[in-house]
């Protein structure tokens, strides 16, 4: 998921994406639509097809108006959001880390569905507003022979009320999943609960999708429709496996910290020092592809790569200091404090990307690096054998 999707625009600075399943869905919601629209509006096919295209754009705008309507909360909370991609099943937020209190958990899950219900809301405002009076038969298409405008607006209505009600379903990722789990975990004041209490409810929907699929499938004779449930169920099934995986790391990792698995002595690079000593005394000598550099007070100023080192020299340019070439895409993301749980870095998108966080105090001096492999190891340790599903 977002490995391999492709940049469509950036807002609020996040990143929008979309991988290829995207497309998929995009062509076939304009075929299905075209033939949809051509039996239901006034006009011609080209005019059916028009409001296909746009009813399908709009349908995805809304799509990322939910995800940022979540992404805009977290931030509100603290909570970075690199990334929103759009995928086969919707959307989905990148935050950088778990929510810290059941009330932040709530707001964050429930603005998405929020930002869904003031779409529908106003859609069926401006409907109501422009004479139509039955908003059933609007939403559901059935009114005879409608203006395209009344017919797009009737369908973007009844899209968002359908990812409204899915939405709301106890199911991760979905967000009812994640405002069962907030619940629960303000009632329990226990995280680990409120995870295992939304997948059990997770888990019980994936198997009634897949009862569903099976009586499609072989008393209705639907194969269609009963392969989709089904492999709704499958997908809904695995992805609340993974919540209980999840769950149980979270209690094995539970009280250990940054501080417990970082390296504590790095080695780090004085920002006064030039290109050219810097290259001598720890590139050549350590063979290490990146150094921390601090000040005289030991903060945590930035960091120095080999090739920036080679390229100053190179360049005719020795007499550089490194604070002059230090690495200007490491961001704030980068640091972490001593008493971090562990359990945060899993969802670090700066560990992922670099392969190490600095850690510093207060005072933003450098107390350690921790990289992938020390979290890595961590786990190896707090799950000694394979973890099972009860």
Not at 109 to 132: D, H, K, R
Not at 169 to 183: E, H, N, Q, V, W
Not at 282 to 305: A, E, K, S
Request: with cysteine; aromatic share 8%.
């Amino acid at each position: 998921m977002g490995a391999g999707s492709i940049q469509l625009a950036r807002v609020f600075g996040i990143r929008i994406g979309a991988s290829p399943s995207w497309f998929v869905v995009l062509f076939f919601m304009i075929y299905e639509l075209s033939g949809l629209f051509d039996d239901a509006l006034t006009g011609s096919s080209n005019t059916a097809y028009a409001v296909a295209v746009a009813g399908t754009l709009l349908f995805f705008i809304s799509l990322v108006l939910h995800e940022l309507g979540h992404a805009v909360v977290a931030q509100r909370n603290g909570i970075r959001v690199t990334r929103i991609d759009l995928w086969f099943f919707g959307g989905l937020a990148r935050l950088t880390r778990e929510p810290k209190s059941p009330g932040e958990d709530f707001r964050i899950s429930a603005a998405g569905p929020a930002v869904t219900l003031a779409i529908l809301i106003a859609c069926c405002a401006v409907l109501l507003a422009t004479g139509v009076s039955d908003l059933g038969s609007a939403l559901t298409l059935s009114l005879d022979r409608i203006s395209p405008a009344t017919g797009l607006l009737a369908w973007l209505a009844g899209v968002n009320l359908v990812v409204l009600v899915f939405n709301l379903l106890p199911a991760y990722p979905l967000d009812g999943s994640r405002i069962a789990r907030a619940l629960v975990w303000r009632v329990t004041r226990d995280p680990n609960r409120g995870k295992r209490a939304s997948a059990r409810l997770g888990q019980a929907l994936a198997y009634g999708l897949m009862l569903v699929g099976g009586y499609f499938l072989v008393l209705r004779r639907d194969g269609f429709g009963g392969i989709w449930f089904i492999l709704l169920g499958w997908f809904f099934a695995q992805a609340a496996r993974g919540e209980l995986i999840s769950s149980r790391f979270s209690e094995r990792l539970d009280g250990v910290t940054v501080a417990d698995v970082m390296d504590a002595e790095p080695v780090t690079v004085p920002n006064g020092l030039t290109v050219l000593d810097a290259q001598d005394e720890f590139f050549l000598r350590y063979r290490l592809p990146w150094f921390p550099v601090v000040d005289g007070l030991g903060r945590f100023m930035g960091i120095l790569r080999r090739e920036s080192v080679d390229g100053a020299v190179n360049d005719g340019r020795p007499a550089l200091t490194v604070s002059e070439v230090l690495d200007p895409n490491v961001d704030t993301g980068s640091v972490v404090g001593r008493e971090t749980p562990i359990e945060q870095l899993l969802v670090s998108e700066p560990l992922r990307r670099f392969g190490a966080l600095m850690v510093v105090d207060a005072e933003s001096r450098l107390c350690g690096v921790v990289t992938l492999e020390d979290v890595r190891r961590a786990l190896a340790a707090a799950v000694p054998g394979p973890v099972m599903d009860a």
